[in-house]
C-alpha cells in the first residue's frame, strides 16, 4: 500500500500519524507540494483532486484524509477508541470531522497562506485589515474547540483520544508552522494538545510535524522557479 504525502499538509499529518501509530505498512511516497508535484502526470493517475494524502492500495486509489483515515481504521482494524462502536461516541467523533473542513481547517490554513506563503509569491505583505480579519476567524474556532469540542473533557470523544483528535491537532499546528503562537493564553488548548502528544508519543509527533515547524525556513528558500504554479490560486482564494 502506498501514501502520498507532504508532510507540510494537516491532513497528511493526521494520516501519516494514524498509520505509524498503529504499524500500519505503507511505501511513503514523498509528494512536494511546493515543487507543485500535484500537478504531474504521475499523481493524476493516483488523484484527480490533484490533493494529498492520497492511497493506493494494489489498484484501488482513494483520496481525502477522512475517508483514508477510515478506510485504515477499517481495514487493519485498529483499537476502537480510534473510532468507536459506541454510537455516541462515534457521533462525537463524525460531529468534529463534519465541522473542521469549513471552519478550524479553512481558518488555520489561511492564516498559514497570509503570514507566509503570499508575502513569498505575491511579493507583498498582506495588509493588516485582512490580516486582523482571519486572526478574528481563526480565534473563534479555536474557542469553538476549547468550548464546544473539548470541554472539560481529556479528548474529544471522552476519555480517550481518536480519530477526531487527530484531525484537529494537525489544523491546531497550521498556524504555528507560520510563527502564530495559538496555545499562547489558551490553558485548556495547551493541555489537550499535551494529552494528544502524549498519546500519540512525543517522537511521532514531532517527526510529523519537523517540516512544518521549519516552515518559516522552507518558504524562504523555495524555488522562484515553482512560484508561478501557486499564483493563480492565491489569487483566486484570497486577494
Ligand atoms: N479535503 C481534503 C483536502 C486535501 C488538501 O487540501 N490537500 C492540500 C494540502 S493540505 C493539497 O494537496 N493541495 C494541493 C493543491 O491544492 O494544489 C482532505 O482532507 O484530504
Known amino acids: 500500500m502506498e501514501l502520498y504525502l507532504d508532510l507540510f499538509s494537516q491532513p497528511c499529518r493526521s494520516v501519516y500519524m494514524f498509520a505509524k501509530k498503529n504499524n500500519i505498512p505503507f511505501e511513503f511516497k514523498q509528494l512536494s507540494l511546493l515543487d507543485g508535484e500535484q500537478y504531474g502526470e504521475e499523481f493524476g493517475k493516483i488523484s484527480l ?32 477508541f480510534w473510532y468507536p462502536d459506541d454510537l455516541q461516541q462515534r457521533a462525537r467523533i463524525n460531529e468534529y470531522l463534519s465541522w473542521q473542513h469549513m471552519a478550524i481547517r479553512m481558518h488555520g490554513s489561511k492564516m498559514f497562506w497570509l503570514r507566509l506563503l503570499i508575502p513569498k509569491v505575491l511579493g507583498v505583505d498582506v495588509p493588516q485589515d485582512k490580516l486582523d480579519a482571519a486572526l478574528e476567524d481563526l480565534n473563534s474556532s479555536l474557542k469553538l474547540i476549547e468550548e464546544k469540542f473539548i470541554q472539560d473533557r481529556p479528548f474529544i470523544a471522552g476519555e480517550h483520544v481518536s480519530l477526531a483528535d487527530l484531525v484537529a491537532i494537525v489544523e491546531v ?67
Not at 490533484?50 to 477510515?70: H, M, N, Q, T
Request: aromatic fraction near 8%; proline fraction near 5%.
Open 173 to 239: 499546528m497550521q498556524p504555528v508552522g507560520s510563527g502564530l503562537d495559538v496555545f499562547e493564553g489558551r490553558p485548556r488548548l495547551s493541555a489537550w494538545r499535551d494529552r494528544v502528544q502524549e498519546a500519540i508519543g512525543k517522537e511521532l509527533f514531532d517527526d510529523a510535524h519537523q517540516a512544518i515547524l521549519g516552515a518559516q525556513e522552507s518558504v524562504k528558500q523555495m524555488s522562484t522557479s515553482k512560484i508561478h504554479l501557486f499564483k493563480p490560486k492565491i489569487q483566486k482564494l484570497f486577494m
Open 49 to 80: 483532486i490533484r490533493k494529498v494524502p492520497a492511497l493506493r492500495d494494489g489498484d484501488f486509489c482513494l483520496a481525502e484524509s477522512i475517508a483514508i483515515l477510515l478506510y485504515l481504521a477499517e481495514k487493519f482494524k485498529t483499537p476502537d
